[in-house]
């Protein structure tokens, strides 16, 4: 039995752990200056005074952003984060009349709500002083979801005030012009190893919210359990650890919608031809044998037909442009040790790797027939460079310098390294993690635009409900800065 929390209790623990990344971190990235509020991921550009302005409990919002259903619910979300101390019952409010803060404006550019890989995300926000003020704090970006940014950091600059208990925006005046370094700024979440709830996992992703991360990679299915719903193969969740512990197609709609609502994209993963056995449970066939149940059978169409099966089925949850393939970890003893499989790849003159490019690339146009673009684990890349689709992102994980040898060869690249970024490596300090730079060893300007970003990994092996969000955080906040701010400006020189 797994020991569970109210929703708002981990929320706020999870803001709680994230912004302890601060104070390790501020001193190394801004030496000179000690005593600014703590923002993070550092802006691009930012000037700051010394002033020190209160802020209205009944904050409104003004500005164009009120047509959008996106930053009315962002508004409401962070005017709760905001104002949680300050005057809940209204028993301060005859005490103090006026303030100098009333009212956020944000104007965005565009009320698109498409959130697609390489959405603008840049923003400016404007404090004035308190002579000079109107009473407005400004926010102007040019997409709903570069709004969404600079609100995070509106939150960053409010401070509750335990003497007067009102809400403090120090500093001030603020102008902040701030964009994000990398496109792909991701957090890997394995639910396979360990099956986590609905609300374990919004949770995870309200706190990427705060550190402007925007890519959920939900690995879902591994050889240990499968508890994905798959309408056209019913009996795929048979192998799942037991019937409560499942994810519905309406479970999948609600995780990616909730993302939406915070400008995260989620990138759904089936690893294939490895990690499979969990399929079998459901439809053994797809097993080479019962005694030897992964790599999937790459010798019967079936096998295909269930994973184009399950493209299509996800193709109308997961909008986001990019499908995880996997294809790591494939150990084809199992196809040479078993005699149907044996004689399929004698009978097509295929040796067992050659199997295993054979499964990928297949897998591949599965995927691009569903309008994905298929990531695939960094294995594929470093066994059959030349056969990969060029529309392949290679997902770096075993070690360095793998990115700069795909983006030679024009591929665009993720950074996982897992020396770094695997957050189930306990013994990684934050420090490490702060350091790693996705960009190392590419120096030409056309090649370094190739690597999309980067991602700290949560695998599952060793935390569930009840440490989750302590392994993350806040050694993923290192990573999230390092992929949103300037590099120049967070190492000390």
Known sequence: MKLW?????????????????????????????????????????????????????????????ASSAILRAAFDRYRGIVFKHSDRYGFLRTLRTSYDVAKLQINVHSHSDELQLGVDESYSLFVSSAELHSGVVTIEANTVFGALRGLETFSQLCTFDYTSKTVQINKAPWSIRDKPRFAYRGLMLDTSRHYLPIDAIKQIIESMSYAKLNVLHWHIIDEQSFPLEVPSYPNLWKGSYSKWERYTVEDAYEIVNFSKMRGINVMAEVDVPGHGASWGVGYPSLWPSPSCKEPLDVSKNFTFDVLSGILSDMRKIFPFELFHLGGDEVNTDCWSNTSQVNSWLSKNRLTPKEAYEYFVLKAQQIALSKKWSPVNWEETFNTFPAKLHPQTVVHNWLGPGVCPKAVAKGFRCIFSNQGVWYLDHLDVPWEEVYTAEPLEGIRKASEQKLVLGGEVCMWGETVDTSDVQQTIWPRAAAAAERLWSSRDHTTRT
């Open 5 to 65: 929390a109210p929703p708002t209790w981990h929320t706020a623990f999870a803001r709680a752990l994230f912004f302890t990344a601060f104070a390790l971190s501020l001193s190394q990235a801004l030496p000179a200056h000690s005593s600014l509020p703590f923002i993070w991921p550092l802006p691009a550009a930012f000037t700051f005074g010394n002033e020190t302005l209160s802020v209205d409990p009944a904050l409104s919002l003004a500005g164009n952003a």
